[in-house]
């Protein structure tokens, strides 16, 4: 009978452990956030507890902009984050430093992730019109190259597309909401709100939604030393995923709390469905490569094979 009881009792312990995971590794993962609808996953699993269930600890830790975001990576204060491929090859030039591990969001049906707008006041009612117009963007980024290849598949030439750079988003839709931009491009929701203040949507990205693709990068240097909180951290990301895809309103409180969301558009903006697991192909780290090199933000190759990784996808 004692052998019994000192069977099952070892049954249950054995049980106990299996159902509640181990942490991946004793390390905090940091992942620095910009206030962007394309973070949504990253606090739909902290907020759903979906890190503790697959046994990693995670920091989210704000950052107010791209570079900011840039400089705690290049310093160490964080170990992860979310960008675009034109960010990681910028990262990479010198010496491997960082790793995409996943897409972040992308366009899909109905659902812009960015948007060539004309104000209002401009009287442009088709892309078509844009051929010679300034367009305000911030230049050498992601909103560059898409605009680029957005309007050459609309038949611009090189020389019928015009900027003028405006790096700051608050700035872009003040000078769009006013006329004295006649264009610009806006990501989502604040392509929405552009539209409440009285733009007009000339292009989007829905039809080409690797185009404005945003990806989940670590540094390399962490993946190597902590590789199971990688993979941890993504099966969090993946669950938080599908929650959001099956119950997308479920999560509209959560968006005003971390103000991904402006004000006036809560209560009616719609939760976009984000990409299951995945990474970016070949072709597209070529495209934006060869658009890099073209554009001088860059002067020799970068190597798609260390950059990107599918090996931590659940």
């Known amino acids: ?64 902009s791209a570079p900011e975001r840039d400089q705690l990576l290049q310093a ?20 491997i430093q960082m790793q995409a591990v996943r897409y972040g969001h992308m366009a899909s049906e109905g659902a812009g992730h960015f948007f060539i707008l ?31 290849r957005l309007l050459e598949a609309e038949g ?26 006649k264009a610009a491009v806006m990501p989502d929701p604040l392509g929405g709100l552009a539209v ?3 733009a ?3 292009l989007d990205d829905t039809s080409y939604p690797l185009l404005g693709a945003s990806v ?8 190597d030393q902590h590789p199971s909180a990688v993979k941890a951290f993504l099966a969090a990301i993946e669950e938080a995923v599908t929650r959001i895809n099956s119950e997308p309103s479920r999560f509209s409180a959560l968006l005003a709390e971390k103000k991904m969301v402006p004000q006036p ?19 597209e780290w070529n495209d934006v490569l060869a658009w890099a090199k073209g554009k001088g933000l860059l002067s020799t190759d970068v190597s798609y094979q260390d950059s990107v990784t599918p090996a931590f996808l659940p």
């Open 265 to 283: 558009l809560i209560g009616s903006y719609t939760v976009p469905k984000f990409p299951l697991k995945g990474v970016s192909s070949l072709d």
């Open 200 to 202: 007009v949507v000339l």
């Open 76 to 95: 160490g204060q964080a170990d992860g984050t979310l960008n675009e491929l034109l960010s990681v090859m910028l990262f990479n030039r010198e010496k």
């Open 1 to 64: 009978m004692k052998r019994f009881l000192v069977f099952f009792t070892l049954l249950a312990l054995l049980l106990t452990a299996c159902a509640t995971p181990a942490p991946a590794e004793d390390v905090t993962v940091r992942i620095a956030v910009i206030p962007v609808i394309d973070t949504l996953p990253m606090f739909v699993a902290e907020a759903e507890g979906l890190y503790a269930k697959h046994g990693v600890k995670v920091e989210l830790v704000p950052v107010a």
């Open 118 to 148: 004309a104000s209002g006041q401009s009287g442009i009612t088709d892309v078509a019109q844009l051929r010679g117009v300034e367009i305000g963007i911030s230049q050498g980024t992601i909103i560059e190259y898409l605009t680029d």
């Open 196 to 198: 409440q203040q009285g």
């Open 156 to 181: 611009f030439a090189p020389s019928d597309i015009k900027y003028v750079a405006v790096p700051k988003i608050p700035d872009r839709m003040a000078l769009l909401a006013s006329g004295e931009l």
């Open 216 to 223: 989940i990068s670590f540094r390399k240097e962490f993946i």
